[in-house]
């Protein structure tokens, strides 16, 4: 069982020994960097035992990161029910298939077929509401009681979107299926009558034996029977499954290893789960010439990996098509509803209040009118009761008083639609692509490094970006690169931390010759010249030895499997080193440097070219690293035959399984350089070795292979025998890593904070690392003053809070005056004292203390803990939060958290996979909130209180004349223009504008970060305003329509006429307001803007032209009076000027940051506005 | 679970996507193999840095905008003021007075009775000088004809052409007459046909009858295009309930001007429609008898009648309120560029000025 993650392992248990930690926690001092910085200590009196870390299981306190996902796999192995099972007979497809009908090995992405394309379309897009509601309101108008529009003008709008969708999902659907053709056309052997044979990919049956050659695609979920490898390893590449590029390896089992399927036909029964989506397990058992054998994760190789570095492999098909593993994790984005929507539905409520008002209003008043002219009705000209025409006098349209007054409810629903923007979440849709399309091609969030774009994962949380308020870190990856590069070493108590020379010796680093050709570590690493020196000079001394131990033992004790790739130059060969974690990676490179190149690995040898002579080990067993023992160890057979254990892993793990008593100075030594390997951040590994005696090693062989083909609890079984063979070791050395800070971290953070945006760091490392990251990422500064928690009982943790709280209270008032970071606050706490706290009630003091603190760092948190300190703000505050993490460990941050933003580093693609935007670096966080997240913010916030005034209007104009006649609900402005209003009158511009109006530059934006405040603030978009345009809705809609009605008033007008005029006004008016609005004119803003206005107009000519239409011609009538110019241009000036003279005055007497850094931008030039940013800073 | 998840639009975005990552996890290897550069392509559009006005509002615009919209709109105010002061406009209403004494407890009993006598005589005194063309408008108030029923109540089809003589649909309880059994199409069919306004007007003065004009009061377009020159009225006003006039069958609907101006529906409740012209001129304390017949019935839900001549103007009849509207804004317009001059003296704010923004503000507290 191999353990999926051990890089993200390291990072997230390695902890610190807990002397060092303890010293730290026991004195109150000064950190030496600056002598006004101060560090206060919370004192804890108990031992702390830092094995027993993470493994009290309380909720947050996570046993291992790894179990806490549903990504990992589980550690558990359960006997499987022949019921929940699959039964696949190998090499018999007719059997496993005769009683269980599995898939066949066909794809199918595409959704629709042409007979089912109409009817699920049309099912699937009824999901959403807004359509719905235009169904309703559409079915609503069919009934002939109701009949407020024609039948073709009620199912236009929707008619019309139905379509414009379906016509997308159809090529949409049309591309999958011709990828399926493609995929399933693939050919691949399969086994049919004891010979490989052709056979189409889409034919390949469960139970088939199938050959994959080297670089080929795996057709379907196989386990692994043989491969090219006499001892059945095949390496295969992941990522187009999980996007990890490196090399993983799967291995065949020992029965099937060595039995070639032509001539030595293999039969047995395969036993395994139903399928599920987990890639990353995989239960089974395999009954083989009357053995079981058990299969796991490691035994299959999932539909999509590619073989590498393995001529072929053979397997027997579990699973095929829709249910494999890959087929099954297809799904669809995460959706999240952002702060911005969900406010608005308040607002959309309101509307639907104003609606039913409206609607009441009309229906009682057309009550009252029907009964006071109840007397008169049957035979008035323009009601007309009765019917006379037949022989008997019948009621003609009339159901009585109620059934009218219920019926004009229902018309006047029909009528006042729109007043409930419905366009307005299409609208949205639109607005967010495009927003979206333009963070996409920001090629300021381009990473060259890794060939990156930014991705927008989540599409309906775009403005969300604008309102963040606090930003949850993770470390390694996101802050830093993640790529490790080996630094330092301490190898028998020496520290080898001296200067370093740029690839000391040769030109181009270390190289060796194979048959005449020179092989290079593919990555260089600085040598200690020292070091370098000493193990090259091979004596006996003990140093010697221990030099030659300890790079020996970074050079065999991993997983790293070397890979010769040819270079442009025939004569050379790179080694290319492949492996699960960058650590190991680095120490192999590193070892490499130093002349212990590891250049063959097949599970059972790995050959080392140690100072150009070439060695073969043995490679006797391995316990691969978990999270319990949090170290790994390697049996290595000498050539000399004896056996020699390496053993490398955490320092707090090491030390335990150390025999301190062999040489006491040198461990203490070792303790000594580690602590300042870590306090200057960097990752430290301890590495230990032990020779085996013959018996020692018979017993653990035994053991281990009891161990490993055991069916029950192989995985405890092997931890223990794991530990039973590491002990008593003898200390080699220590190896620090550096993982650099990413480009423009610092600068990051700092206008991150600026922007008012909390930043936390959340990581598994150790205290001393985490906070020495923190100095130098700038979260830290020596001015603050830091408040560390760690404690391990909750007594202690309540004691240490209390303090706390005193401590910053105290602080913040005494320098309350001057607001800088002497008064801030920096909280340190890790994560067992996380454990007592999240999910006790000493939450509410951790968020009393946390919110007053502007740093927090919290250490040793696992991935669930992680979850729960973001939770821990979210379910207190109103605030946006947004975690960013690159490490499965952070996945379950990134869900919790409002915005989760995953990097696409080097630790797969699991964050990105759970989050809503993927980014190749951190300091693009700053460019996607500052500049994307405010721009966002800005444009959704007027878009969606413009759209609700824009109709409101509409419907308000509408509402006025159904005053007018009788209350009976008819329209002046035709139909058509009512529907077209919404769709073409008034609908390009907000679009356009809401995608392409921007406030600020970017410029602007990055210099000033305070400028982001404006959304924390929530100043685009709250309730006050909502009131004040629906005040401004209600005057605009008084003057569009009282002005033509007392201008007419006694006047031979008819109503196309005046409707005409109406439909002008109300939409130059919408667009006028919008111009007013817009602040930067670009080509397309005009075009969209006055060009809605033509099409406007043409549209109300057009209508007006077609002769069945009552209003036929009245355009013209109109146009050619004066009164009709002089009510249009007196409507338009009547309707803004109160907005005028409110903007304009709010501007002068109270301009907010936005309105400043316009004028700024524009009338003082930039040396200014740099200069005045520069005083800012020094402040 | 399956989390489900719709998007309008994702496609366009994700087309990329769609093939590289999620979709077909199988297929994608071959499209990544050829690595090239996702750098986007820099243009000045998708950069969002397309050239662009910025415009702002300083107080210098400000102050002008006011100013110009006052200088534009007292003007214009003025000027209309001005010409509906010229128009003259004689209203006579004549509903009540033209009830004989002895019908005015039972009015539509009078009204109903196709024998009694409607004539009635009454006298209007013209104020001023009239110049022709002088319009002459009946108007009714009270009279909803832009009643949702009445609206809907007819066919256009039907007054365009005569092979839709039978599409009357929308024109019940109007549309078909029972001739002996057999139910035959109205044409024109609809309420707002047969409520047909059926009042006359001759106008005498000094002696001599006054020609009132009844050709093109209409809209050309609508006897043009919109009424049929080969639709002929019929079986119009045969049911028992008369609604209004009655039309001349031998007339096509395209010649009947009186029933095409009816027939464009009046927007207000309150309207008038136009009867004719009178193309001599009226001069000041004339004294006009007006002969009418007092047929249509507005009594049975108190609506008024009244006969107005009326001279126009370029923004149309007598209407005061346009002018006064215009004077209001231009005043206030006025007043505003007045009171944002006196607050840009007395309370300046330099633009631009850093020391305004909130955190510089904040940080001077």
């Known amino acids: ?1179 | 679970m399956k989390t489900y998840y719709y998007s309008l639009l994702q496609p366009i975005l994700f087309l990329p996507q769609i093939t590289n990552a999620d979709m077909n996890p199988v297929t994608n290897g071959a499209l990544k193999s050829k690595k090239t550069s996702k750098k986007p392509e820099y243009s000045r559009f998708t950069q969002q840095e397309l050239p662009a006005w910025k415009p702002i509002l300083t107080p210098g615009w400000v102050i002008t905008s006011f100013l110009a919209i006052a200088f534009l709109f007292i003007p214009i105010g003025l000027v209309s003021l001005f010409a509906s002061e010229r128009v003259v406009e004689i209203v006579y209403r004549y509903d009540q007075d033209c009830v004989p004494e002895m019908y005015r407890g039972n009015v539509s009993a009078y009204i109903r009775n196709s024998l009694t006598n409607k004539t009635c005589i009454g006298n209007i005194t013209v104020p001023k000088k009239m110049d022709p063309p002088i319009f002459v408008y009946y108007q009714l108030d009270n009279f909803y004809q832009n009643h949702r029923r009445y609206v809907k109540s007819r066919s256009d089809k039907q007054l365009r052409s005569a092979a839709y003589e039978s599409s009357t649909k929308e024109c019940e309880p109007e549309a078909r007459f029972n001739k002996s059994g057999d139910p035959v199409p109205i044409v024109p069919c609809g309420l707002i046909a047969w409520s047909l306004f059926n009042d006359t007007y001759n106008l005498i003065k000094k002696d001599k009858v006054l020609n009132i004009n009844k050709k093109g009061i209409a809209w050309k377009s609508d006897t043009k295009v919109k009424f049929g020159s080969n639709v002929y009225p019929k079986n119009f006003q045969s049911n028992d309930l008369i609604g209004g006039g009655k039309l001349n069958e031998s007339i096509p609907l395209s010649k009947q001007e009186d029933l095409i101006v009816w027939m464009r529906t009046a927007a207000l409740p309150t309207f008038r429609k136009l009867y004719g012209k009178i193309n001599t001129s009226l001069e000041a304390h004339d004294t006009i008898t007006v002969v009418l017949e007092n047929n249509y019935n507005t009594y049975s839900f108190g609506g008024q009648k009244k006969l107005v001549l009326s001279t126009t103007s370029w923004i149309g009849g007598k209407n005061d309120f346009l002018g006064i509207a215009y004077l209001t804004v231009g005043g206030i317009c006025l007043f505003m560029a007045l009171n944002f001059i006196l607050l840009y003296v007395f309370k300046p704010r330099p633009l631009g000025d850093p020391s305004y923004l909130s955190w510089n503000r904040k940080a001077v507290n």
């Not at chain 1, 008035?380 to 019917?387: G, L, V």
């Not at chain 1, 609005?1077 to 077609?1106: E, P």
Request: aromatic share 10%; proline share 3%.
């Open chain 1, 1 to 1179: 069982m191999t353990s999926n993650r051990p890089d993200f392992n390291f990072k997230s248990s390695s902890s610190t020994s807990s002397r060092n930690s303890d010293n730290i926690n026991t004195q109150i001092r000064n950190v030496d960097l600056q002598p006004s910085s101060s560090q206060l200590s919370i004192q804890s009196n108990s031992w702390r035992h830092s094995s027993n870390l993470g493994s009290r299981g309380v909720r947050h306190g996570s046993r291992s990161g790894v179990d806490s996902e549903g990504f990992s796999m589980s550690r558990k192995e359960i006997e499987i029910d022949d019921d929940d099972a699959r039964l696949v007979y190998v090499n018999n497809p007719v059997k496993t298939n005769e009683s269980f009908e599995f898939s066949g090995n066909s794809i199918r992405t595409g959704k629709y077929s042409v007979i089912t394309f109409l009817p699920r379309n049309l099912f699937e897009q009824f999901h959403r509401v807004a359509y719905l509601y235009f169904l309703i309101i559409a079915i609503l108008n069919q009934l002939p009681q109701l009949a407020v529009f024609g039948r073709g003008a009620s199912i236009f709008p929707l008619a019309s979107v139905l379509f414009v969708t379906a016509v997308k999902d159809g090529y949409e659907d049309w591309r999958r299926h011709k990828s399926d053709k493609i995929e399933n056309n693939r050919m691949s052997y399969v086994l049919v009558n004891d010979r490989f044979r052709q056979k189409k990919c889409k034919d390949i049956q469960v139970g088939e034996v199938v050959k994959v050659s080297a670089d080929e695609t795996i057709p379907c979920d196989i386990v692994l029977l043989s491969t090219s490898d006499p001892t059945g390893v095949a390496y295969i590449q992941t990522i187009n499954l999980d996007g990890e590029s490196n090399l993983k390896t799967r291995y065949a089992k020992q029965e099937t290893l060595s039995r070639v399927p032509e001539k030595d036909i293999i039969s047995g029964l395969i036993k395994c789960e139903k399928p599920n989506r987990n890639i990353y397990g995989f239960q089974g058992n395999m009954e083989i010439d009357g053995k079981r054998v058990s299969l796991g994760p490691s035994n299959i190789i999932l539909r999509g990996c590619v073989i590498k570095n393995t001529d072929w492999a053979v397997g027997v098909v579990v699973y095929a098509g829709r249910e494999t593993k890959a087929m099954l994790n297809n799904s669809g984005a995460p959706s999240k509803r952002s702060r911005l929507e969900t406010h608005m539905n308040q607002e959309i409520m309101l509307l639907s209040f104003f609606l039913v008002t409206l609607c009441v209003v009309v229906s009682a008043c057309a009550g009252v009118w029907l009964k006071r002219h109840q007397d008169e009705l049957d035979i008035m000209p323009f009601y007309r009761r009765k019917d006379y025409s037949e022989g008997q006098v019948e009621n003609y349209n009339y159901y009585g008083l109620g059934m009218e007054i219920f019926f004009t409810f229902l018309m006047s629903v029909i009528v006042f639609q729109i007043m409930i923007p419905i366009s307005l979440y299409i609208s949205m849709e639109l607005v967010r692509v495009g927003q979206a399309y333009f963070m996409i091609r920001d090629d300021k969030m381009y990473d060259a490094t890794s060939n990156t774009r930014f991705q927008c994962r989540a599409l309906n949380i775009n403005e969300d970006l604008g309102q963040i308020k606090y930003v949850f870190s993770d470390k390694t990856g996101t802050l830093t690169e993640n790529k490790m590069e080996f630094q330092f070493a301490s190898i028998s108590g020496v520290d080898y931390s001296g200067e370093k020379t740029e690839f000391y010796g040769e030109e181009g680093g270390y190289s060796i010759q194979v048959d005449g050709q020179i092989w290079k570590p593919k990555m260089k690493v600085q040598v200690d010249p020292n070091l370098l020196k000493l193990s090259k000079s091979r004596n006996d001394t003990k140093s010697s030895k221990d030099i030659y131990d300890f790079f020996l033992a970074l050079a065999a004790c991993n997983t790293i499997v070397p890979i010769v790739a040819n270079t442009s130059n025939p004569n050379e060969k790179l080694i290319d080193y492949q492996g699960e974690s960058p650590d190991e990676q680095a120490l192999v490179y590193a070892a490499a440097a130093y002349g212990f190149m590891l250049i063959e690995r097949t599970s059972g040898h790995i050959v080392i070219d140690i100072q150009g002579e070439r060695q073969r080990f043995n490679v006797l067993g391995m316990h691969e690293f978990d999270s319990d023992r949090k170290r790994m160890s390697v049996i290595l057979g000498y050539p000399d035959s004896t056996v020699k254990v390496f053993v490398k892993g955490a320092d707090t793990t090491m030390f335990k399984v150390i025999d301190e008593s062999l040489n006491l100075d040198v461990v203490r030594a070792t303790e000594t350089h580690l602590h300042s390997y870590s306090s200057i951040g960097l990752r430290t590994l301890v590495v230990g070795a032990r020779a085996l005696s013959v018996s020692e090693f018979d017993t653990w062989q035994t053991s281990y292979e009891i161990a490993s083909t055991a069916l029950m609890g192989r995985a405890g079984l092997l931890r223990k025998v794991a530990i039973n063979l590491e002990n008593n070791l003898s200390l080699l050395g220590a190896s620090a890593i550096e993982d650099r800070l990413q480009k423009g971290v610092p600068e990051a953070i700092e206008s991150l904070r600026k922007a008012n945006i909390k930043v936390w760091v959340l990581t598994g490392d150790k205290q001393e690392t985490a906070i020495s990251i923190g100095y130098s990422s700038k979260l830290l500064t020596s001015k603050m003053t830091q408040i560390v928690i760690n404690n391990n009982s909750k007594m202690t943790c309540q004691r240490s809070l209390e303090d706390a709280l005193i401590i910053s209270r105290k602080l913040i008032n005494v320098t309350h005056a001057s607001e800088d970071d002497a008064s801030s606050v920096a909280l340190i706490i890790d994560g067992t004292s996380l454990v007592y706290i999240l999910d006790s009630d000493l939450e509410e003091q951790l968020f009393e203390l946390a919110s007053k603190c502007a740093v927090v760092l919290c250490c040793r948190v696992a991935p669930l803990q992680k979850a729960g300190i973001v939770a821990l703000i979210k379910n207190r505050t109103d605030d946006m939060t947004l975690a960013i993490g690159d490490g499965a460990n952070d996945v379950s941050m990134i869900q919790m958290a409002d915005v989760g933003v995953g990097i696409s580093g080097q630790e797969g693609r699991q964050a990105v996979m759970a989050s809503d935007f993927a980014m190749g670096q951190f300091r693009f966080l700053v460019p996607l909130l500052l500049v994307h997240g405010h721009w966002n913010y800005q444009r959704m916030a007027y878009m969606i209180l413009y759209n609700f005034y824009r109709n409101a209007l509409f419907v308000l104009v509408l509402f006025w004349y159904v005053l007018y006649t009788g209350f009976t609900l008819t329209t002046a402005i035709t139909e058509w223009s009512s529907v077209l209003y919404s769709i073409i009158y008034t609908a390009i511009p907000t679009i356009v504008i809401g995608i392409l109006d921007k406030d600020l530059s970017r410029k602007l934006l990055m210099t000033y970060p305070q400028l982001y405040g404006s959304g924390q603030r929530k100043e685009s978009y709250n309730v006050k305003l909502f009131w004040v345009t629906m005040a401004d809705t209600l005057w605009q809609s008084v003057i569009a329509f009282f002005i033509p009605v007392l201008a007419y008033w006694k006047s031979d007008i008819d109503s196309s006429s005046l409707g005409d005029l109406w439909t002008l006004a109300v939409v130059f008016m919408v667009n006028i307001h919008l111009a007013m609005d817009v602040i930067r004119w670009t080509w397309i803003s005009h075009a969209s803007i006055w060009g809605s206005i033509i099409a406007t107009c043409i549209c109300v000519v057009i209508i007006d032209a077609i002769p069945v239409l009552p209003g036929y011609w009245a355009i013209f009538y109109l146009a050619s009076s004066g009164l009709f110019w002089v009510c249009l241009a007196g409507i338009l000036i009547a309707s803004m000027i109160p907005r005028f003279i409110v903007k304009m005055f709010m501007q002068h007497c109270k301009p907010c940051d936005i309105q400043i850094a316009r004028e700024a931008e524009k009338f003082r030039n930039s040396m200014e506005i740099t200069r005045s940013g520069e005083i800012e800073m020094n402040r």
